[in-house]
């Protein structure tokens, strides 16, 4: 079946660790997304890639980095920089036959300790 | 700036009807979307408009002015499993970017 593929669903770390997190599709999707959402919060986008080797910064990219080595794969890195990284973080793609709506991944929560 | 306003809690019964209302006031402006979403899940898609007036699909109906900025999604027929958070989103121009608004917190009771 097609779809989008996060992983884990739930994720721990100690504070000043690296972590990254997975996202695959295979809609052969050219766009993907990376949101976070935080308690009573709506979607903010962190990073987005309209095509593979190429992304572009969202409204919070701090602390953030990510790669679009291949166009199934667009792992999201949460770095030591990002102040406040616990939350629910998203990923979603875009294309196809409805090239303006959005799919998302089961979503992975990140709490870092 | 981009600014999405919705309300932040609704309760409604079973059976009844609920319409929920989305404000917007974006650079740009594509398409708006309503998502549902339980709690701790991925969003699933509910409507796109892109043209003025009334899509109906089902038990879910969603409106949408562009001249006024606004929209609004009617729920017909409440269930229990309605209860849920409704995001409104707008895609800006090109369709590359989506801003959500914060959503609104649906509480369906018996």
């Known amino acids: 079946d097609g779809g989008i593929t996060q992983s884990p669903k739930y994720l721990f770390r100690k504070e000043g660790q690296n972590v990254t997190l997975s996202c695959e599709q295979n809609l052969n999707h050219d766009a993907m997304y990376w949101y976070r959402q935080d308690p009573g919060q709506g979607l903010r986008l962190i990073y987005y890639?309209?095509?593979?080797?190429?992304?572009q910064k969202g409204d919070i990219a701090e602390g953030y980095s990510v790669s679009r080595e291949k166009k199934e794969s667009f792992p999201l890195t949460v770095t030591s920089a990002q102040k406040n990284p616990t939350a629910f973080y998203l990923c979603?793609?875009?294309?196809?036959?409805?090239?303006?709506?959005?799919?998302f991944g089961p979503g992975t929560r990140l709490t870092v300790l | 700036g981009q600014n999405i306003d919705q309300p932040t809690e609704m309760t409604a019964t079973e059976g009844a009807i609920v319409q929920i209302n989305c404000t917007y006031q974006?650079?740009?402006?594509?398409?708006l979307f309503w998502y549902q979403q339980h709690a701790g899940e991925a969003p699933t898609f509910l409507s796109y408009n892109v043209l003025d007036g009334l899509e109906e699909k089902g038990r879910f109906s969603s409106f949408l002015s562009r001249s006024k900025g606004y929209s609004y999604l009617l729920l017909k027929e409440l269930q229990m499993k309605d209860s849920a958070s409704y995001l409104c989103a707008v895609t800006l121009d090109g369709g590359f970017k989506t801003i959500f608004g914060a959503g609104t917190r649906l509480f369906v009771k018996a």
């Open positions: 979603a793609s875009r294309g196809g036959l409805n090239p303006n709506e959005q799919f």
């Open positions: 890639s309209q095509i593979v080797n190429d992304f």
């Open positions: 974006t650079s740009g402006f594509n398409g």
